[in-house]
T-cell receptor, first 117, second 110 residues
Framework: GAVVSQHPSWVICKSGTSVKIECRSL??????MFWYRQFPKQSLMLMAT?????????EQGVEKDKFLINHASLTLSTLTVTSAHPEDSSFYIC?????????????FGAGTRLSVL | GQSLEQPSEVTAVEGAIVQINCTYQ??????LSWYQQHDGGAPTFLSY????GLEETGRFSSFLSRSDSYGYLLLQELQMKDSASYFC???????????FGQGTTLQVKP
């Protein structure tokens, strides 16, 4: 199957700093990528849809100025958590859609565990 | 609203068969997917049902009944490594935006 690479896998930062997370599709082009957030023992919640060459679309309740998304190429999307606070500590996961167009089949990055002190 | 319901926990012994159910209520429906997630890891795709019936992939099978808004994942010949969380998911608008169930934690015991 397709491979999605996510970096870094773990980051610890001080409150008030910004953190950038990268998501790359390694062997296919992804015009659309998705960013999820997952709290411990909970499900994945979609935060936003990253669209190559255009603005991201955010789910209700997700602050777009807090979670900046850039999709500058067909293989790279970045999520920047700006002015991070302890409540932003979570597991962030990106995904890309299967090239066949079947939206239910997605390939996920390994995730980034963010801890804000 | 959109929701997918599945049991929170299931326990079974090695070698056994376990079934994880999922009922859904969504504005649109194209199919039901299943993902496996080990603790601290990424979700990995297991199976997809776009039509009613059974899909078999090795030890894992998935079933869908659109008329009942119901599906299940069947795991056979359970192994210790199958201990993980299992999520059913669907994409109501066929846009790639997946909605996940709350996940079922499967514990396989020796």
């Amino acid at each position: 199957g397709a491979v999605v690479s996510q970096h870094p896998s773990w980051v610890i930062c001080k409150s008030g700093t910004s953190v950038k997370i990268e998501c790359r599709s390694l062997d296919f082009q992804a015009t659309t990528m998705f960013w999820y957030r997952q709290f411990p023992k909970q499900s994945l919640m979609l935060m936003a849809t990253s669209n190559e060459g255009s603005k991201a679309t955010y789910e209700q309740g997700v602050e777009k100025d807090k979670f900046l998304i850039n999709h500058a190429s067909l293989t790279l999307s970045t999520l920047t958590v700006t002015s991070a606070h302890p409540e932003d500590s979570s597991f962030y996961i990106c995904s890309a859609r299967d090239g066949t167009g079947r939206g239910d089949i997605q390939y996920f990055g390994a995730g980034t565990r963010l801890s804000v002190l | 609203g959109q929701s997918l319901e599945q049991p929170s926990e299931v326990t079974a012994v090695e070698g056994a068969i376990v079934q994880i159910n999922c009922t859904y209520q969504t504005s649109g429906f194209y199919g039901l997917s299943w993902y496996q997630q080990h603790d601290g890891g990424a979700p990995t795709f297991l199976s997809y049902n776009g039509l009613d019936g059974l899909e078999e992939t090795g030890r894992f099978s998935s079933f869908l009944s659109r008329s009942d808004s119901y599906g299940y994942l069947l795991l056979q010949e359970l192994q210790m490594k199958d201990s993980a969380s299992y999520f059913c998911a669907t994409d109501p608008g066929n846009t790639g935006k997946l909605i996940f169930g709350q996940g079922t934690t499967l514990q396989v015991k020796p």
